[in-house]
């Protein structure tokens, strides 16, 4: 069982930033790829980046690719999401999730779901 808890969202100007972090429970996080997704109002849910749970590979969505970086820090159980640059249409519920070993794209695909932390870009 992995439990997921975000944090860092709030409000920014456009072209501000913010880190996400996701602490994570237990000790299968070093087994776990990690994934961060977002939801706009009315919208389904949307994939961001991915990280594998070596932290060898990482995977990015084309819309946030040269914006957003990825991380994860064994030692505290916790994934981060770097995001610079950031513009109105960012503006989502951003969760983090978990599923044991390969990083992958798909929503489904994950096991374990944070609440989620608001993030809102005004113009």
């Known amino acids: 069982q992995v439990q997921l808890v975000e944090s860092g969202g709030g409000l920014v100007q456009a072209g501000g930033s913010l880190r996400l972090s996701c602490a994570a429970s237990g000790r299968t996080f070093s087994t776990h790829a990690m994934g961060w997704f977002r939801q706009a109002p009315g919208k389904g849910r949307e994939f961001v980046a991915a990280?594998?749970?070596?932290?060898?590979?990482?995977r990015y969505a084309d819309s946030v690719k040269g914006r957003f970086t990825i991380s994860r820090d064994r030692a505290k159980n916790t994934a981060y999401l770097q995001m610079n640059s950031l513009k109105p249409e960012d503006t989502a519920v951003y969760y983090c999730?978990?599923?044991?070993?390969?990083?992958?794209?798909?929503?489904?695909?994950?096991?374990?779901w944070g609440q989620g932390t608001q993030v809102t870009v005004s113009s």
């Open positions: 999730a978990a599923r044991y070993m390969a990083v992958t794209t798909t929503a489904l695909e994950y096991n374990y």
């Open positions: 990280i594998s749970a070596s932290g060898g590979t990482r």
